[in-house]
């Protein structure tokens, strides 16, 4: 059973920066995808970037730019660096772990609602 604990949340400055990461207890499949979804009160849960066990890396187009994505496959960590962060940013963040089978950019669009396996407890990002 796949556990997936995210730390790094807090309160930020609109302009500021945050560093989120999470730690998995193992990849759930050989060739895995990590990602951070982000929902906010009253939004549908929205995919914001993605890294798979290749390196390869997906971002939604509201972060291109601003946010980028990394990860230490030894301690089976994945970072989401949020720099130049807006009030639009606020909302709780998702670690994320699946196969990377699909699409990455498609698994950002359409994966909280077709059955992401693997999610963390969520970390909360406010930015004022």
């Known amino acids: 059973h796949v556990q997936l604990v995210e730390s790094g949340g807090g309160s930020v400055q609109a302009g500021g920066s945050l560093r989120l990461s999470c730690v998995a207890s193992?990849?759930?499949?050989?060739?895995?995808?990590m990602g951070w979804f982000r929902q906010a009160p009253g939004k549908e849960r929205e995919g914001v970037a993605a890294?798979?066990?290749?390196?390869?890396?997906f971002y939604a187009d509201s972060v291109k730019g601003r946010f980028t994505i990394s990860q230490d496959s030894a301690k089976r960590s994945v970072i989401l660096e949020m720099n130049n962060l807006g009030p639009e940013d606020t909302a709780m963040y998702y670690c994320?772990?699946?196969?990377?089978?699909?699409?990455?950019?498609?698994?950002?669009?359409?994966?909280?609602?077709?059955?992401?396996?693997?999610w963390g407890q969520g970390t909360q990002v406010t930015v004022s």
């Open positions: 193992a990849y759930p499949y050989r060739r895995y995808r």
């Open positions: 994320a772990a699946d196969s990377s089978s699909s699409a990455g950019n498609w698994w950002l669009k359409h994966g909280p609602s077709l059955g992401v396996p693997v």
């Open positions: 890294i798979d066990s290749d390196d390869s890396t």
